[in-house]
């Protein structure tokens, strides 16, 4: 294990000192001994004269030639970690280096290792130098042409990136060996092999320029028929980036292969992209509506990758967000255009806010490009992913759509086959567009979440509407003070009937097009020939990824639920108003008092569920409360999570109460005995159903769970069954037990349908559930072994039941804890995502901060910890 700490840091970098133009492996696939034979064409990199230092991780060299000749002890030194040539000639050269390496042994799921008995490869970031030894680094691109040989019947499918160029038995064994070029230079995280004994769908594209690309799906035999929408989604990608960006895939062959083992969702290793199973297999009786869209969405991102990641890559992993934000921007886009755009808005946004803001709030908090880091696996983060494409959002809003793909194609063009940074990105869109980004670059620099306060008044004489705005961002750990931002605030002045109210001229900050250019700590924008007094819609479609506290009356903002033409806005306007009684609920129910609930919202509420000219899907995100999660956000300190729940419930049955005939109506007429399609339209419906069923139980009496236990019977898609058993788990009724036993019976099996179930059990929010999870970790589906139950079990658990986790008896800390150190020698990157549950324990309540201090403080003071937890660890008690 390795135990330095010296950070890296952006300020060092420095080119490679030597190159390797091309990379010709072996592989001889052994279950415990697999012999990786490596023959690098090196060159010096200019006249540096420095040691050829070659990356390794718990590498075991058996050899090492050069030029043909074996090389004498006294000139290298091989280490686990390093192979070390001092004086390596300064010309052209060859190396070959033989390693051997145990794929079966492999726990940390990184390097090659086997997933059941498939042999599978994750490089990114650093997993190549846990096979041999390399200039492990993204600005070192090469050639590689890939040999893999195995036992035919434990390996029949041989696979790497690139096209196929050969492949034949060795003679007189039962053997066999496939050969593969990739002709793109790539760096090595970008490399993977597979062997094992797959099942194959196949398929093909032709490209725009008339290209035939062969597709393969590989999966577990008899998983076959649950690729097709995988499949669909890969087609559509392709056609989609031809379209939007003017991209065509390159290869021969693209393939994706289903991995049940995996860190993480997937990797676009080139021409072979590897899957966490859950995001290939999708079929309407194991999957989600909301599984085939995630299915699409991942598929897409890593197809995306293709040019924003692979064909341009990035100079070192500081620059993360180059490939990550903007291929995440990307898939977004196409899912947008693919389903409805205001709601895959409203979704990506309650995403962010979930998962990167909090981020953002506490020790974890770093900018979307990191400038220092221990261990970059703990970088792949919302803040990263999440927030960077926000940044390229903006970018696209401040300089139009226009200019935006312009900018893209230069960069295509410009820097097609290199390494880059953020540098090199922004100047094309700033020479395309002449625009100065030299402060909205600060978004790449500056962590925090920068909040706008904002203050509107009407002068109906000069008919004059005046904007203050003041922009300040928090401080966050190594930033204490900040700059100014460069926000782009999309906004509309709403009339009275509800149209956009239009004006002579805004003086007092740039305004092009619907968009504000907050560039100050304060600015007053006015507004004349406004001809009556409006409602402000600010931040409209979340132009900016930024905290708006405007104290606009209920009235105002029931008025923009009714009438804003954002729809993005309409969806806000129905949160805030949640989230303000939500938050006095929660002061109430601490202080012994009795929540008080605004009916005016809730029948706006109503009219949104009934008014049939909105698209369903958006009626069910308008109808869904802010989680309890989110609603410790924004109270920020001294959070008590059962008073939450309790303010939050009480809401819940106000509306039940209050609205009970209509919903009751409504959800009866949304009854409809079409087969099941996976489509958006569809997956609106029931997803409005399924809204109103929750909400239909909010009031805790029999009937609402009496029509979950019936759904739960009736249901004939995945769907509506997950719906109807989260509603009795959700609400902990009795019949959940009997109906759990049910859906086990059924999927017992099925590992990512028993996922599911696993997650349910550990979400309930039931005195019993530390017991009962605790319990799960020894049933026959679990396996410490395998990532997706983790997060599916203890994953869930730690950050998905608010008052579980945080028992006022801190043994939902302790028990997270303890799995931390369990898993950490196993699957350290793992364990460390896990225990960033954590992030948020300092805006606890005292008592539950000092239960979690102490289960934090038991992990710090554990031995051997990882390299990926040592440094969560320490950021997160810092
Ligand atoms: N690069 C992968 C993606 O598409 C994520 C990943 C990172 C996968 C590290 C494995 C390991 O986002
Ligand atoms: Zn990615």
Not at 81 to 87: H, S
Not at 347 to 369: C, K, M, N, S
Request: proline share 6%; hydrophobic share 40%; charged share 25%.
């Amino acid at each position: 294990m390795k135990t330095d700490t010296a950070p890296v840091r952006l300020s060092d970098y420095r080119p490679p000192d030597y190159l390797i133009d091309t990379v010709t492996l072996d592989f001889r696939l052994s279950p415990n001994a697999t012999r990786v034979t490596s023959l690098l064409a090196i060159r010096p990199n200019g006249d540096t004269r420095r040691p050829l230092v070659l990356a390794g991780d718990q590498l075991k060299l058996v050899s090492v030639t050069l030029d043909g000749a074996p090389l004498p002890k006294e000139r290298y030194r091989a280490t686990p970690d390093a192979l070390e040539i001092a004086d390596p000639p300064q010309r052209p050269f060859k190396l070959e280096i033989v390693t051997e390496i145990d794929p079966a042994g492999n726990s940390k799921l990184m390097g090659l290792y086997r997933s059941e008995r498939t042999y599978c490869t994750q490089c990114e970031a650093e997993g190549f130098r846990r096979m041999t030894y390399f200039l492990d680094r993204p600005d070192v691109l090469s050639v590689y042409t890939t040999r893999i040989e195995a036992d035919r019947t434990e390996a029949p499918v041989l696979l790497s990136n690139g096209n196929p160029i050969d492949a034949g038995s060795v003679d007189g064994t039962n053997r066999h060996y496939a050969l593969w070029h990739d002709p793109f230079p790539k760096p090595a995280y970008l490399f993977a092999v597979v062997g094992g004994d797959l099942g194959v769908v196949t398929d093909h594209f032709k490209t725009t320029s008339g290209r035939n690309v062969e597709l393969r799906i590989y999966c577990e035999h008899g998983k076959e028929d649950r690729c097709a929408y995988a499949m669909d989604s890969l087609k559509r990608s392709m056609r989609w980036d031809e379209v939007a960006f003017g991209r065509e895939y390159d290869l021969d062959i693209f393939m994706i292969v289903a991995v049940s083992d995996f860190n993480m969702g997937a990797m676009e290793n080139k021409g072979l992209n590897i899957f966490n199973d859950k995001y290939v297999l999708a079929d309407p009786d194991t999957a989600t509506d909301g599984d085939f869209a995630h299915v699409e969405g991942v598929i897409a991102h890593e197809y995306f990758h293709n040019w924003t990641g692979n064909r341009i890559t990035c100079r070192d992993w500081f620059q993360l967000c180059l490939k990550e934000g903007l291929t995440v921007f990307r898939d977004q886009e196409f899912s947008s255009d693919e389903r409805s755009r205001p709601v895959k808005r409203i979704a990506d946004v309650r995403t962010l806010q979930a998962r990167q803001f909090p981020e953002d709030a506490g020790p974890l908090a770093h900018p979307v490009r990191p400038e220092v880091y221990h261990e970059i696996n703990n970088f792949y983060t919302a803040t990263v992913y999440e927030k960077g494409s926000e940044v390229i959002r903006m970018l696209k809003s401040i300089l139009g759509a226009k200019d935006f793909r312009a900018g893209m194609d230069l960069y295509f063009e410009r820097h097609d086959g290199q390494a880059v940074t953020i540098e090199d990105f922004l100047a094309c869109f700033a020479d395309v567009s002449g625009v100065d980004l030299a402060q909205f670059k600060l978004w790449y620099s500056q962590a925090g979440t920068p909040e706008i306060v904002a203050n509107g008044s009407y002068d109906a004489k000069a008919r004059r509407y005046t904007l203050s705005l003041a922009q300040n961002v928090p401080a966050t750990p190594g930033q204490s003070t900040k700059k100014p931002m460069h926000i782009p605030v999309r906004f509309g002045l709403v009339g009275p009937n509800g149209e956009d109210l239009a004006y002579d001229a805004a003086v007092g900050a740039a305004v092009t097009g619907d968009v504000i250019h907050l560039m100050e700590p304060n600015q007053t924008v006015v507004f004349s020939g406004v001809s009556a007094p409006p409602v402000p819609s600010l931040l409209r479609g979340f132009s900016a990824p930024a905290k708006l506290m405007m104290e606009l009356p209920p009235s105002d903002l029931l008025f923009l639920l009714r009438t804003d033409t954002d729809s993005f806005n309409r969806w806000r306007a129905a949160e805030t108003l949640a989230m303000r009684q939500l938050i006095a609920a929660t002061t109430a129910v601490r202080m012994n008092g009795a929540p008080k609930y605004d009916d005016a919202f809730v029948d706006a509420l109503g009219e949104i569920a009934e008014n049939d000219a909105l698209e369903p899907a958006f009626r069910a995100q308008a109808l869904q409360l802010p989680g309890e999660a989110d609603i410790a956000r924004e109270i920020g300190n001294d959070v008590d999570p059962d008073a939450i729940a309790a303010g939050r419930n009480g809401l819940r049955a106000a509306i039940a109460s209050r609205l009970a005939a209509r919903l009751r109506r409504l959800h009866q007429a949304l009854g409809s005995s079409m087969p099941f399609s996976p489509d958006a339209a569809s997956a609106g419906r029931r997803a409005l159903r399924n809204t109103l069923l929750d909400l239909i139980a909010g009031d805790g009496a029999t009937e609402g769970i009496a029509l979950a236990v019936e759904r739960f019977r009736a249901a004939d898609n995945m769907t509506d069954r997950m719906a109807a058993l989260a509603v009795l788990c959700h609400n902990g009724a009795e019949a959940r037990l009997e109906a759990l036993d049910a859906f086990h019976r059924r999927y017992a099996g099925d590992a990512l349908v028993i996922d599911k179930w696993f997650a349910l059990q550990a979400t309930t929010p039931t005195p019993d559930t530390l017991t009962r999870v605790k319990t799960l970790l020894d049933h026959p589906a679990f396996s410490i072994g395998n990532p997706n139950r983790i997060r599916s079990l203890v994953g869930s658990f730690a950050a998905a039941n608010q008052t579980q986790f945080n028992r006022p008896d801190g043994a939902g800390y302790d028990f997270v804890a303890d799995f931390v150190l369990d898993l950490d020698p196993k699957n350290p990157q793992t364990a460390a995502r896990l225990l960033a549950s954590f992030r948020s324990w300092r805006a606890l309540e005292a008592g539950r901060r000092q239960k979690a201090e102490a289960a934090l403080n038991r992990v710090v003071a554990a031995p051997n910890l990882s390299r990926d937890t040592r440094d969560i660890i320490t950021r997160t008690i810092a």
